[in-house]
C-alpha cells in the first residue's frame, strides 16, 4: 500500500517538474517566449516535408542563380563573339583606298601620295610600266610595252633629241628643249630653272610630284620633293620667318626644333647641289633679300613679291661670295664685278660654265658652275 501511495504522488508531480525544466530552460523568459520558441522548434521538427520542401527551395534557387549567371556569362561570351565577328567583317568591309593603309583588296595606299604620277594609283593599284601612267621611275608610258615606238618596253624614252637634258629616265620643262613660259629663255637659261630635274619654267617651284603639300622639307635640289632618300629633313614650323604659312606650316615657337636632321649623309649629298647663295631648304639670296623658292606658283625672278621670306640655314648652304667672282643664284654674269670679266669662278674641282655648252655629260650649268645631274 505504502508502495502503491508513492507511486501514485510521484505521477502527480512530474508535470510540475516538467514545467520546471521548461521555465529553467527560458533563461527566465516569459513562458509565451518559450512557447513561441517551442511551437517554432515543433513545426521545423514535426513538418520534416516542410524542412525539406524549404531547403529544396532554397537549392533550387541557388541552381536558378548559377543558371542565371551561366545564361549572363554565355550571352556576354556570345556577344563577344559577335561584336569581334561584326569588327573583322566592317574592318573589311570599310576598306578606303587613300587612307594610307594597305588593307585587303589594295596593292598598295601611300594616303595623298596616291595618283597617276606617283607609284600607287588612285584605285590603289601599282603603278607598272605599260598602264599608260608615267610613274616615278619611268620616263614615258605609252600604254604598251613594246620597243621602238618612242617609250621602250622598260619604259624608258628612246632617241630624245640632241638638246634634250634628261634627269635620269625622265625629261622635264627645264630640260625638254623648249621654252615653255614663252619668255625668250629656254631651259637653264631661264633663271626659274634650278635644274633639269625642274618641271617648271616659269616659277622658282620645281613642280614635282608631292612638293609642297607638308611641314616637312628635305634637300631642295635633289630630282624630287619626298623626304628621306637624301637623310635630310626640315621643318617649316622651325622657320621664324613664316615661309610656310600659306600651307598650314606657320612657324611654332613651342615646336622643338633640336632633332632637325642634318647628317653627315645628308651634307655629303644634298651641298654638291646648292647653288651658290642658298641652302639645302631652298632658301636663297636673291636681289638683297632671301626667298623661300616653294613659296608659291607665282615666286619667280620677276615676281619676288610672290615669294615668302625665309631664314637662311647656313649649317647646310653654299653661300656666295661675289667678291671671288662667285655668281649668286638668279644672277647673269654681268650681274659679276667688273673686275671678273664676265668669268664665274667655282670651287676647286667644279668647271665654271657660262652656258650648258660648257658642261660634260651628266652635269647642267647654274649659277656660273656644272653640278651633276641627280639622278643620272
Same mark, same amino acid.
Given at each position: 500500500?505504502?508502495?502503491?501511495?508513492?507511486?501514485?504522488?510521484?505521477?502527480?508531480?512530474?508535470?510540475?517538474?516538467?514545467?520546471?525544466?521548461?521555465?529553467? *530552460? &527560458? %533563461?527566465?523568459?516569459? $513562458?509565451? +517566449?518559450?512557447? /513561441?520558441n517551442?511551437?517554432?522548434?515543433?513545426?521545423? !521538427? #514535426?513538418? *520534416? &516535408? %516542410?524542412?525539406?520542401? $524549404?531547403? +529544396?527551395?532554397? /537549392?533550387?534557387?541557388?541552381?536558378?542563380?548559377?543558371? !542565371? #549567371?551561366?545564361?549572363?556569362?554565355?550571352?556576354?561570351?556570345?556577344?563577344?563573339? /559577335?561584336?569581334?565577328?561584326?569588327?573583322?567583317?566592317? !574592318?573589311?568591309?570599310?576598306?578606303?583606298c587613300?587612307?594610307?593603309?594597305?588593307?585587303?583588296?589594295?596593292?598598295?595606299d601611300?594616303?595623298?601620295?596616291?595618283?597617276?604620277?606617283?607609284?600607287?594609283?588612285?584605285?590603289?593599284?601599282?603603278?607598272?610600266?605599260?598602264?599608260g601612267?608615267?610613274?616615278?621611275?619611268?620616263?614615258?608610258?605609252?600604254?604598251?610595252?613594246?620597243?621602238?615606238?618612242?617609250?621602250?618596253?622598260?619604259?624608258?624614252?628612246?632617241?630624245?633629241?640632241?638638246?634634250?637634258?634628261?634627269?635620269?629616265?625622265?625629261?622635264?620643262?627645264?630640260?625638254?628643249?623648249?621654252?615653255?613660259d614663252?619668255?625668250?629663255?629656254?631651259?637653264?637659261?631661264?633663271?626659274?630653272?634650278?635644274?633639269?630635274?625642274?618641271?617648271?619654267?616659269?616659277?622658282?617651284?620645281?613642280?614635282?610630284?608631292?612638293?609642297?603639300?607638308?611641314?616637312?622639307?628635305?634637300?631642295?635640289?635633289?630630282?624630287?620633293?619626298?623626304?628621306?632618300?637624301?637623310?635630310?629633313?626640315?621643318?617649316?614650323?622651325?622657320?621664324?620667318?613664316?615661309?610656310?604659312?600659306?600651307?598650314?606650316?606657320?612657324?611654332?615657337?613651342?615646336?622643338?626644333?633640336?632633332?632637325?636632321?642634318?647628317?653627315q649623309?645628308?651634307?655629303?649629298?644634298?651641298?654638291?647641289?646648292?647653288?651658290?647663295?642658298?641652302?639645302?631648304?631652298?632658301?636663297?639670296?636673291?636681289?638683297?633679300?632671301?626667298?623661300?623658292?616653294?613659296?608659291?606658283?607665282?615666286?619667280?625672278?620677276?615676281?619676288?613679291?610672290?615669294?615668302?621670306?625665309?631664314?637662311?640655314?647656313?649649317?647646310?648652304?653654299?653661300?656666295?661670295?661675289?667678291?671671288?667672282?662667285?655668281?649668286?643664284?638668279?644672277?647673269?654674269?654681268?650681274?659679276?664685278?667688273?673686275?671678273?670679266?664676265?668669268?664665274?669662278?667655282?670651287?676647286?674641282?667644279v668647271?665654271?660654265?657660262?652656258?650648258?655648252?660648257?658642261?660634260a655629260?651628266?652635269?647642267?650649268?647654274?649659277?656660273?658652275?656644272?653640278?651633276?645631274?641627280?639622278?643620272?
Amino acid at each position: 500500500m505504502k508502495s502503491t501511495r508513492a507511486l501514485v504522488l510521484a505521477l502527480a508531480c512530474l508535470p510540475l517538474s516538467l514545467s520546471a525544466c521548461r521555465g529553467d *530552460d &527560458g %533563461g527566465g523568459g516569459s $513562458g509565451e +517566449g518559450s512557447e /513561441t520558441n517551442a511551437d517554432e522548434a515543433g513545426s521545423s !521538427t #514535426t513538418n *520534416d &516535408g %516542410g524542412t525539406e520542401a $524549404g531547403t +529544396g527551395d532554397t /537549392t533550387m534557387g541557388t541552381t536558378d542563380t548559377a543558371d !542565371t #549567371t551561366d545564361t549572363t556569362d554565355a550571352t556576354d561570351t556570345t556577344t563577344s563573339d /559577335t561584336t569581334a565577328d561584326e569588327t573583322a567583317d566592317t !574592318t573589311g568591309e570599310e576598306a578606303v583606298c587613300g587612307n594610307g593603309i594597305v588593307e585587303a583588296g589594295e596593292e598598295c595606299d601611300d594616303g595623298a601620295d596616291n595618283g597617276p604620277e606617283f607609284a600607287c594609283l588612285g584605285d590603289c593599284t601599282l603603278n607598272v610600266c605599260g598602264d599608260g601612267n608615267v610613274g616615278p621611275d619611268e620616263g614615258c608610258d605609252d600604254g604598251n610595252t613594246e620597243d621602238g615606238d618612242g617609250c621602250s618596253s622598260l619604259c624608258l624614252i628612246e632617241n630624245p633629241d640632241d638638246e634634250v637634258i634628261m634627269c635620269g629616265n625622265k625629261i622635264y620643262q627645264c630640260g625638254d628643249g623648249l621654252d615653255n613660259d614663252f619668255d625668250g629663255k629656254i631651259d637653264l637659261a631661264d633663271p626659274e630653272c634650278i635644274s633639269p630635274c625642274d618641271d617648271s619654267e616659269s616659277s622658282f617651284q620645281t613642280n614635282l610630284p608631292g612638293q609642297n603639300n607638308d611641314c616637312k622639307g628635305d634637300c631642295y635640289f635633289d630630282d624630287n620633293s619626298g623626304g628621306g632618300d637624301d637623310k635630310c629633313e626640315w621643318n617649316l614650323k622651325c622657320d621664324p620667318e613664316n615661309p610656310g604659312a600659306q600651307i598650314g606650316c606657320e612657324y611654332d615657337p613651342d615646336l622643338d626644333c633640336s632633332d632637325a636632321m642634318l647628317p653627315q649623309d645628308c651634307l655629303d649629298f644634298c651641298q654638291p647641289l646648292v647653288p651658290n647663295g642658298c641652302d639645302c631648304f631652298g632658301c636663297c639670296e636673291v636681289d638683297g633679300q632671301f626667298v623661300y623658292l616653294d613659296s608659291s606658283p607665282s615666286c619667280s625672278i620677276d615676281n619676288l613679291a610672290g615669294c615668302e621670306p625665309c631664314t637662311y640655314y647656313e649649317d647646310c648652304a653654299n653661300p656666295c661670295v661675289p667678291e671671288e667672282c662667285e655668281l649668286c643664284f638668279g644672277q647673269d654674269p654681268e650681274d659679276l664685278p667688273e673686275e671678273c670679266n664676265d668669268q664665274p669662278t667655282c670651287p676647286e674641282d667644279v668647271t665654271p660654265c657660262l652656258e650648258q655648252a660648257d658642261c660634260a655629260v651628266g652635269e647642267f650649268c647654274q649659277a656660273g658652275c656644272c653640278f651633276p645631274i641627280d639622278p643620272q
